[in-house]
C-alpha cells in the first residue's frame, strides 16, 4: 500500500513539474526577452529541446525560442527566453 502511495504521489510531482515548465513559442509579441540559455551533450533534438526547457525554467522564464542547434554524435542548442 505504502508503495502504491510513494508511486502516485511521485507520479503526481511529475506531472505538475512538466506542467509549470517553460514553453516553446513561435512569436516574441508580447514577451519581454530575459537573455539566452544554452545546453550540450543531447543524443536527440527532443532531449535538448526538453534540456533546454528546463534550463528556461530554472531562469523564471515562460518560454522559449531556439536560436540554433548544431553537433553530430551529441548536440548542443541555444535560445532565448522570455517572461
Known amino acids: ?3 502504491m502511495l510513494l508511486t502516485a504521489l511521485l507520479m503526481s510531482f511529475v ?3 512538466s506542467a509549470v515548465a517553460a514553453q516553446a513559442i513561435n512569436s516574441t509579441d ?3 526577452k530575459m537573455g539566452v540559455v544554452s ?3 543531447a543524443y536527440t533534438l ?3 529541446s526538453d534540456a533546454l526547457a528546463r534550463k528556461a525554467d530554472e531562469k523564471g522564464a515562460s518560454g522559449y ?3 540554433s542547434t548544431t553537433g553530430n554524435n551529441k548536440l548542443h542548442g541555444v535560445a532565448e527566453i522570455y517572461r
Do not use: Q
Open 46 to 48: 527532443d532531449d535538448l
Open 39 to 41: 545546453v550540450g551533450g
Open 30 to 32: 508580447g514577451k519581454e
Open 15 to 17: 506531472t505538475l513539474n
Open 65 to 67: 525560442k531556439i536560436l
Open 1 to 3: 500500500m505504502k508503495k
